[in-house]
């Protein structure tokens, strides 16, 4: 269970340039629910993921996990409950150390670091496992560095990273947006099945209106800093772009002239 | 080139081999431009020397010696991580406040260790020949230091520091505290290069307030060089590269200053070792912008 209460984040307050990214905002993400979230540029998105991460700090609300009150932890103390994919290949992972290596770091989520042996026998069987599972022959390249592979591999690796270790919520920062069209569609499945199979507490953040309607339980748009449109369940079954552009129109009254969303 | 001039370079490799691998830790590893060694190596001298000649045991003295760098070392990345002062200007001014707080330490300019006890005592009652028995010691010191840094890297806490340095983004949302990591790695770092320090003022004979000077550049040279020799694919290659890339330095010092046909003389080293690490660090670049580029892709 996740909840915002009521989040507010001002860049920049009492300056000539600045922004308020939230301006309370409410949002309550019951266990297991995959989560879409849709918005224009400048909607807030990005600072939402980073209210979740920690990487933002809010001015004014909560923010909770389960029953914790997190909102002043930063990423660290709470990456053994947030798990996370950037859109950027290159961020989520470290392309000077190898694939194994990577995948200690992130095996290590939430837990104590000691002076024992970082990649140590037991876990390469793991990864061995779970790379095989991806079909991309990643098993047997265990040593190689990070950055010899391709952007499609590094999502697909940090997804498998994200997912060793329980997690209360998983956030997906338009991880398949740097990716080439095939490529977007093979990650994008594989963070579908990786979701349901372990029933993952995941909140989306996509580009795309045919993304954030295809997937997912919910989808949430947000707009100044604010939701504006929440729908699930039978309302959102075969609701085309279309509609939740007219549906846009009619809450706030004014037409979406961000193309980027319409044409995803 | 005499053998007693290869030994010697050999030995002063092995020493700075401490000094480059303090420096690899820095900015290698956590890729943070650390000039606190120009102060640190001094610290250790002079540390080392002051305690020895009140008394105290070499080798008391010495850990003690590594204990003031690694102090040094934290408040430069202090300074860094939580009064966001940037690194490189957290690192000069420590450098340069050490400079007062070494002449602090020993009262005076330079303390002389004639006549005492030091961690070489022991070593020279093997009776090897002279020009050995010091490189002994510095070998063993060498070795213990490579393959302790060898195994902390590659524990979970050395991963997790070279994840602060290689994407730091990314380490936090892995859970890693990576202000942490940058005080205990820049600690780790200055406190090697402060046992160099030590070992240098013991085996030299005292220990003096501007032995620091450039020391950062005969390190930085060393890892380059080292980096050029040997592919840096794991730790214990790199760690081996900054060993070899130091006696390597040491080597071509020894070779230039006895080839006197070019006249180079000893004052001419720090020079020399500018436009060294000067031109290494920019030939890679240059490389790929030259038209005729050889057997690459066009």
């Known amino acids: 269970m996740i909840t915002l209460d009521q989040v507010r984040v001002t860049f920049n307050p009492g300056t000539a340039i600045e922004t308020r990214a939230l301006q309370g905002l409410d949002l309550h993400i019951p266990e297991g629910q995959f989560v879409t979230v849709i918005g224009s540029n400048g909607a807030g998105k990005s600072t939402l993921l980073g209210v979740l991460s920690g990487e933002t700090l809010p001015q004014q609300g909560l923010v909770a996990i389960d029953a914790e009150d997190v909102t002043r932890w930063p990423t660290p103390k709470r990456a053994g409950l947030v798990a996370r994919v950037f859109q950027d290949p290159m961020a989520g992972t470290c392309e000077a150390l190898s694939i194994e290596e990577n995948m200690a770091l992130a095996a290590a989520r939430g837990h104590r670091r000691g002076l024992g042996r970082a990649v140590a026998p037991a876990l390469r069987g793991l990864f061995r496992e779970r790379l095989a599972s991806l079909g991309l022959g990643l098993e047997n390249r265990l040593k190689d560095r990070m950055g010899l592979l391709s952007g499609g591999q590094r999502q697909a690796i940090t997804l498998v990273m994200a997912t060793l270790n329980p997690m209360k919520i998983l956030l997906l920062d338009e991880h398949t947006a740097a990716l080439d069209p095939k490529t977007a569609a093979f990650v994008m499945e594989l963070t579908n099945d990786i979701v349901r199979r372990s029933a993952l507490t995941t909140l989306m953040v996509t580009h795309s209106m045919r993304q954030a309607l295809d997937y997912g339980d919910r989808t949430v748009m947000l707009h100044g800093g604010k939701v504006v449109l929440d729908v699930a369940g039978d309302d959102r079954k075969g609701l085309s772009v279309e509609d939740l552009l007219h549906m846009f129109t009619k809450v706030r009254g004014e037409q979406l002239d961000d193309d980027a969303l319409i044409l995803g | ?298």
């Open chain 2, 1 to 298: 080139m005499s053998s007693i001039a290869f030994f010697g370079a050999i030995e002063s490799g092995l020493l700075f081999g401490l000094v480059t691998l303090g420096v690899f830790i820095s900015f290698r590893v956590l890729d943070f431009p650390d000039l606190t060694v120009d102060g640190s190596l001094p610290l250790g001298a002079a540390v080392a020397a002051t305690l020895i000649v009140h008394g105290v045991p070499p080798v008391v003295a010495t850990l003690a010696a590594m204990l003031a760098g690694a102090g040094a070392g934290f408040v430069t990345a202090w300074l860094n991580v939580r009064l966001k002062i940037l690194n490189l200007l957290a690192s000069i001014l420590t450098m340069i406040a050490l400079y007062s707080v070494n002449l602090r330490i020993m009262g005076r300019p330079n303390v002389a260790l004639l006549g005492v006890d030091t961690v070489f005592t022991p070593v020279e009652k093997l009776h090897l020949p002279y020009y050995l028995s010091d490189l002994v010691l510095y070998a063993a010191v060498c070795l213990a230091a490579t393959l302790l840094l060898v195994w902390f890297l590659n524990s979970q806490v050395g991963l997790a520091m070279r994840a602060t340095g290689a994407n730091a983004r990314m380490a936090r949302a892995q859970g890693i505290n990576t202000d942490r990591m940058t005080l205990l790695g820049m600690a780790v770092s200055n406190a090697l290069v402060a046992l160099a320090g030590a070992l240098f003022a013991q085996s030299q004979g005292g220990a003096d307030v501007s032995m620091g000077i450039g020391v950062i550049v005969t390190g930085l040279a060393a890892v380059i060089l080292g980096e050029a020799i040997l592919p840096t694919r794991t730790i214990w290659l790199a760690a081996l590269a900054c060993v070899g890339g130091s006696i390597l330095y040491r080597m071509a010092v020894a070779l230039a200053l006895n080839a006197s046909f070019i006249g180079l003389q000893a004052q001419d080293l720090k020079l020399i070792t500018a436009v060294l690490v000067a031109l290494a660090m920019t030939v890679p670049s240059m490389r790929g912008k030259l038209p005729f580029r050889r057997g690459g892709k066009a």
